[in-house]
């Protein structure tokens, strides 16, 4: 009698990276690894077989959601004020290890994450960020509250200064 073994999941990682957790959602195949999170979709939906991979580092996850009574993983990716942020909804029977892995992954790249009030309790979020593994340098981002004007002046300002004392306290720049 021949062994069972596990059929090796079809997603292609980047070279020095392992794929350590995968899932089969409706409508890609995702997985991760220490570096990033995978997915992998069919294109023009033929039988040629067609498929794209997409790879998000894990710095680039701005957050991701498991809404349990749907079954559905939202991954949202880290952009830029104004633009339309890459959203990926997903719906998964069997998460398994997947949904440990992404949020370990995430949170061990976020460095630092302050918010400081503008007007109220509306303002800026500065926020430290880099590759888990650390061998990137460190992304600074902000992310405005609803009714922030990015473009204020003072807005500018005061999250300048919130960005010097920030990089001040983690000292990694």
Known sequence: MTPLRRERPPIRVERGERLLADAVAEEAHLGGTRDAFYILRSRGGGALGLEETVRIPWEDVQAADWDQDASTL??????????????????????????????????????????????????????????????RPVQWIYEYDEGVDPDDPAVQAAAAEALEAARADVGLD
């Open 74 to 135: 939202r991954v949202r990716e880290v952009g830029s004020w104004g633009e339309v942020r890459p959203d990926h909804l997903f719906t998964i029977d069997a998460p398994g290890l997947l949904l440990e892995l992404v949020r370990e992954r995430v949170t061990a790249s976020v460095i630092l994450q302050r918010h400081v009030p503008l007007s109220g309790r509306r303002g800026v979020r500065v926020i430290a960020r880099r590759a888990p593994a650390g061998d």
